[in-house]
Each structure stands twice: as C-alpha cells, then as structure tokens.
C-alpha cells in the first residue's frame, strides 16, 4: 500500500486535481530513534487505504483502534451512510481473514437501521477483552448514540443491541430533558460537508467519542444532551445496565451548574473517572463508584478542581497509569489577538484527587509555543508510564491558519522526555503545506518482545492517512 495522488469523486465533478504535498520523511539511521517515522509502516511510514473495489479513492478514516495482536482496526465511510470496518495486520496491509464484503476481503459494511433516511454514523472503535470490536456512533436524524458488536471473524453480532426491529445495533434515546429544552443529544457532534454527507474531522477531534470498557465486557461511554452529559453504561450484550444509577446512566454535574465531559477512564478498583470543564475557566476530574454514584471520598466531594492563575483550563483527558494515579491532559487558554493563545499541560493526581508532588513538583507541567498555539486532541500512556500527548501547533500567516501535526512525550516525572523528538515533541508526520491535522494517537505493542512499542496516529487533509513513529 502506498502513496498515492488521485482524483477524488467531488474532484472529479468539479474538474480539479488535488495538489501535489510533500510528506516529511525518515532520516536514514543504523537504529529507530523514539519519535521518527517508522518505515516498515505502510510507505516510507505513512498508509493511505483504498475504498475497496474503487481504486484510487480514498473516502475519509473516522476512527482507529489497536489490539494486543498488533492488529488495527479503522471505520471510513465508503459513501454516503455507507460506514466500512476493515483490520489491517501490524504493518499496515489488510488482513483478508477479516469480512467478505461484497467479495471484498478484509472489510465488513456496518450496519444500519431500517429506515435508511435514518442513517448511523460510525465514530469510535472500542477493544473489549473477548477479541470482538464494539463500534459506537450516532443516530444522524436525532443524533442518539448507537452501538454494534464486530466479531473476530469480521462478522457483526446480531445477538447485540436492545431492538428487536434491528438486529446487531444498540440504541439509545437519551433521557427527556428539562422543559423547553432539546432533545437532541450527541456522542461527537458531527458537521455536514458536502451535500451533508461528510462530517470533518475537525469536529471529531474537538468533541471526540469517549468510552471505557470494564473488566466484565460492559461499556461506559458519555453522552450530551443539549447543555448537560450523561455516563451510561451497556452490558455485553448492548443493553443498558439498570444496576448503573438505577437507570443506565447518570447526569454529570447537574442542569443549573453543567460540565462538559470530554473523557471517561475506569480505574484498577472498578471507580469511574470523569474529566471536563466546570464554568468558563475551571478543569474538572470527577470520580464515580462502580454503580455509577458520586464518590465523596475523591476530592471535595467527589471531584477535583483545576485551576492556573495564568490560563484557563479545560480537563481534555483523564488516564490511569499502573501505579494508580490519574495522569489529566489540560487545555489552557489566554490571551491573545486575533485568536486566543493556547498552550497544553499535564498534571498528575493520586488515588485521593491530590496533587502528584513527584509529577512536575505537583504544578502544571505546561507546553507553551509562545509562537504558535498547542491544541492537544488526546492523551495516552504507555506501559512505563510515560504520558504521549497528540495534537496540533497552529500559526496565522495572514488569514491562513497552519496546522502541523506533533506528539509531546512526558516522563513518569512530568518532564518533557528529551530521548523523543526534538527535546521530547516530534513533528516527524505531516506535509508542508500546513492542512495536515492529527485526530487520534494509539500505543502499538508488538506480539515480538524485543520489537519496541510504536505511536500509531490517524491525520485529518484532503486525504485521510495513517501514520507511524517509533516509540
């Protein structure tokens, strides 16, 4: 699978050619230096995928997701409502065990409900722990989350989901709001491109789906419903559990003081962590028990509040490292004109919601630009520790906004890890023309243990890509 320019079926109609871009490449080395392109990788380190059976378009990637065999599952969406998983083996190519759709093998079409003017939209990939995928997305008339269950075998399960009517979906009304108020709901709140068929990635990444499967196979994942979030929780097979909060689900903060969650991560003891943003300027950290009520033990009744005299801040990102702590990614903001400046931090709590004292001292440990604004997407931690933060430097230049992918890795100690990159950031991926932006980072373990670990990172341009750094 390589790189490849092509006519794409709206550049086609519209009798244009999209433009040559040069791609960063590897620098030749004698070993794999931590945060330079992996070129086993696809093509020089980057894969660009086909929609099967139509050569030389590329439709656009939504989700990826890697397992512990090194496999990686990707959803695009092939044409209108028409959604695609397909699994690639660890190096990129496409595992042709996995579905036969359409005599295609390797992809399996995700289905739908009956009323195809009612379509689902395919957002997120979740690895559970009995080698199927559950894939979440949304209701595209009224926005409802959705669920499916892909088999090993490629096959969806028409055992899961809670409706007689359509076999193999989950499907979830949120609860009535309030009086007067919406009631439309979103997991990631898409936007219409082109004839309303396309949703960018821009708005996957500002509002990404979040979900945590727990140990017995059940699934946590949020929900909003106009200016409020909701956590449920669905069992194995894809019906809310009433044993959560009585009802499935539960309101995060509440409808006069709401918090916007952006992540959900579930602890070592089966405790619920919950991160997001509380008033204009507040982070917040919330911890639940596992049956989905406010632990009163974490924090100051139940949540941690943080705060920066200098920024204001947005919990983006909550972790659990294997010590126990909560590692949380924060979006900062301050002033700046015509836009406001941006930088990225990280602060580590403990089990209690305290401050981490060997974490950076305790403080804010802050990546700031000063030139160009970091908008972190999304945070994950490796099995020492290390905390690898994905997002995107942004510049102006005139009245163009720049983007360029970049990945920052922090040691256990809140340091910026000068083995990775330059200095701990690496800008390794990406093209120069400043249109390239990173929407999701995944930790890719290999089956062989002497084989290091990798960064596996999905970009947002005129055509979706997949890329690969050495970890």
Known sequence: MGIFRCLTRESVMDDRVLPQKSHRSAKPKLAPRPGELDTTFGT?????????????????????????????????????????????????EVDTTFGNMDGHKGYTRLPNLDDPHFACAWFRIVITGDDSVIVLGIHQAWEYPVACRVMRDGTVDPSFGNSSANKGIGYYPLPSPPSGRSAKGFMSHPSSGKNGARHTQAALSADPMQTSVLADGSLLFLARI??????????????????????????????????????????????????????????????????????????????????????????????????????????????GFPLPHQATGLVALDRNGRRDPTFNGGNLAVVDLMQERFISTELAVDSGSRSLVGGNALRLEGISLLFSPMIARFMGNGRLDPSFGDNGISRAIGADDGTDRLSHIAVQYDEVSTIPPRVLVMVSAEINYLARLWA
């Open 44 to 92: 020089d380190g980057y894969l660009y995928l086909e929609e099967p059976g139509n050569a030389g378009y590329y439709p656009p990637l939504y989700a990826c997701a890697t397992d512990i065999n090194s496999q990686i599952y990707v959803v695009m969406e092939n044409t209108p409502f028409d959604w695609v998983i397909t699994r690639l083996n660890r190096d990129g």
């Open 226 to 335: 106009h200016d409020s979030s909701y956590l449920f929780k669905i069992d194995r097979q894809g019906r809310l559990d009433p044993a959560f909060a009585g009802t499935g689900y539960v309101l995060v903060g509440d409808f006069l003081q709401p918090i916007y969650t952006f992540q959900v991560e579930n602890t070592h003891n089966g405790h619920i962590v919950v991160a997001g943003q509380h008033g204009p300027s507040t982070g917040i950290v919330r911890r639940y028990e596992p049956r989905g009520y406010l632990d009163v033990t974490f924090g100051i009744g139940g949540g941690v509040e943080i705060t920066d005299p200098a920024w204001s801040c947005t919990c983006r990102d909550v972790r659990t490292t294997v010590d126990g702590r909560f590692i949380v990614l924060v979006a900062l903001f301050g002033a």
